[in-house]
Nanobody
């Protein structure tokens, strides 16, 4: 069983930056890929980015390319999401997830961390 714990969320002004972390424990063959998703208030959860543990392969939502960067630290079993030039529309709960392939499905989910961007 894979356990995922997110951290790093908070309140930031528009234009600011945040780095989210996702610590994974109990890694298995079913958690070769890690992803970040987000859910804005009243909206469905959407894909943000994904990465293999090696870090060699990444994927991003088109609208977030250039502002968000996903990275992995295999030795620390931790995946990061660096978010720059944040906008109010980036507000939401950010979830970490683990799966087998880059396009999902993702079988394991963290509890989420709140990101609020004020204008």
């Amino acid at each position: 069983q894979v356990q995922l714990v997110e951290s790093g969320g908070g309140l930031v002004q528009a234009g600011g930056s945040l780095r989210l972390s996702c610590a994974a424990s109990g890694r298995t063959i079913n958690s070769q890929v890690m992803g970040w998703f987000r859910q804005a208030p009243g909206k469905e959860r959407t894909f943000v980015a994904s990465i293999t543990w090696s870090g060699r392969t990444t994927s991003y939502a088109d609208s977030l390319k250039g502002r968000f960067t996903i990275s992995s630290d295999n030795a620390k079993n931790t995946v990061y999401l660096q978010m720059n030039t944040l906008k109010p529309e980036d507000t939401g709960v950010y979830f970490c997830a683990a799966g087998v392939i880059m396009t999902g499905p993702f079988s394991y989910w963290g509890q989420g961390t709140q990101v609020t961007v004020s204008s």
